[in-house]
């Protein structure tokens, strides 16, 4: 039976539990659809959807539009995440409110129950082989880590198949650094994440759909908002023309 949030009180409640004495990191990822698996953009589509070639046409498009050209691929995979184009990333969270408001924040599934995912990205990774005996050890896309997880070297080597991996990248712009945001990176196996783990690494929460309304209005309580996730003008005009409703 997966864990009911009804209230931050609970949720509070529900994760001195899980967590207890654990002392690595942990992440959060929140859902809009309690059934939803944890599978990356890029993975689903029914049809054959090539990485490479949506880094080639976002490069044509975006080459005069940022204002610093990313260094390596990495980095553009990164920026193609932000921009919503499809990527084998997942965003996380090291934020449980961030996580929960992006679980309910959508009010067109409200008519479904939600889910709150935690993560511990430490043990995610030992499943990849990744140990080290260093506390709270993540490695970032600048890592020899992960040099089998970019785009040139999965392509080249269509029979190596790894499990996904947590990473951590540099938060060079407002939004991620708001978001306190956080990633996993698939390689060639499709299987959604949940699938590679057990309880161990990642707990599922259900959120049910008569209690959005409530967390809602909590997480507003607390200045949980568009604006605190986006810091962006947009954000700003969105908030006043709810106020105005």
Same mark, same amino acid.
Request: aromatic fraction near 10%; glycine fraction near 2%; include cysteine.
């Given at each position: 039976?997966?864990?009911?949030?009804?209230?931050?009180?609970?949720?509070?409640?529900?994760?001195?539990?899980?967590?207890?004495?654990?002392?690595?990191?942990?992440?959060?990822?929140?859902?809009?659809?309690?059934?939803?698996?944890?599978?990356?953009?890029?993975?689903?589509?029914?049809?054959?959807?090539?990485?490479?070639?949506?880094?080639?046409?976002?490069?044509?498009?975006?080459?005069?539009?940022?204002?610093?050209?990313?260094?390596?691929?990495?980095?553009?995979?990164?920026?193609?995440?932000?921009?919503?184009?499809?990527?084998?990333?997942?965003?996380?969270?090291?934020?449980?409110?961030? +996580? #929960?408001?992006?679980?309910?924040? *959508?009010?067109?599934?409200?008519? /479904?129950? &939600?889910?709150?995912?935690? =993560?511990?990205? $430490?043990?995610?990774?030992?499943?990849?082989?990744?140990?080290?005996?260093?506390?709270?050890?993540?490695?970032?896309?600048?890592?020899?880590?992960?040099?089998?997880?970019?785009?040139?070297?999965?392509?080249?080597?269509?029979?190596?198949?790894?499990?996904?991996?947590?990473?951590?990248?540099?938060?060079?712009?407002?939004?991620?650094?708001?978001?306190?945001?956080?990633?996993?990176?698939?390689?060639?196996?499709?299987?959604?994440?949940?699938?590679?783990?057990?309880?161990?690494?990642?707990?599922?929460?259900?959120?049910?759909?008569?209690?959005? +309304? #409530?967390?809602?209005?909590?997480? *507003?309580?607390?200045?949980?908002? /568009?604006? &605190?996730?986006?810091?962006? =003008?947009?954000? $700003?005009?969105?908030?006043?023309?709810?106020?105005?409703?």
């Amino acid at each position: 039976m997966n864990k009911e949030i009804n209230s931050l009180s609970e949720l509070i409640t529900i994760l001195k539990e899980d967590i207890g004495t654990y002392s690595e990191d942990v992440w959060f990822r929140g859902q809009d659809c309690f059934d939803w698996q944890l599978t990356p953009g890029l993975f689903r589509y029914t049809t054959e959807v090539s990485e490479t070639s949506l880094l080639t046409r976002f490069k044509q498009s975006a080459s005069l539009l940022i204002d610093t050209s990313p260094k390596d691929d990495f980095d553009w995979l990164f920026l193609m995440q932000h921009y919503g184009v499809p990527t084998r990333l997942l965003d996380w969270s090291e934020s449980p409110l961030t +996580s #929960l408001y992006f679980a309910i924040s *959508d009010e067109e599934h409200d008519d /479904k129950d &939600s889910a709150l995912w935690m =993560l511990k990205p $430490i043990e995610l990774n030992k499943l990849a082989n990744i140990k080290t005996t260093e506390k709270n050890y993540i490695p970032s896309f600048d890592d020899e880590y992960l040099t089998n997880y970019n785009i040139q070297n999965v392509n080249s080597n269509k029979k190596l198949e790894m499990s996904p991996v947590a990473t951590i990248a540099t938060r060079n712009n407002s939004r991620i650094q708001a978001q306190l945001g956080v990633f996993t990176i698939h390689h060639l196996d499709k299987k959604p994440l949940d699938e590679f783990c057990s309880n161990k690494e990642i707990i599922k929460y259900l959120i049910p759909k008569v209690s959005k +309304s #409530l967390l809602r209005k909590e997480l *507003d309580l607390l200045s949980v908002n /568009k604006f &605190s996730l986006f810091p962006e =003008l947009s954000s $700003i005009g969105e908030i006043l023309k709810k106020k105005l409703s």
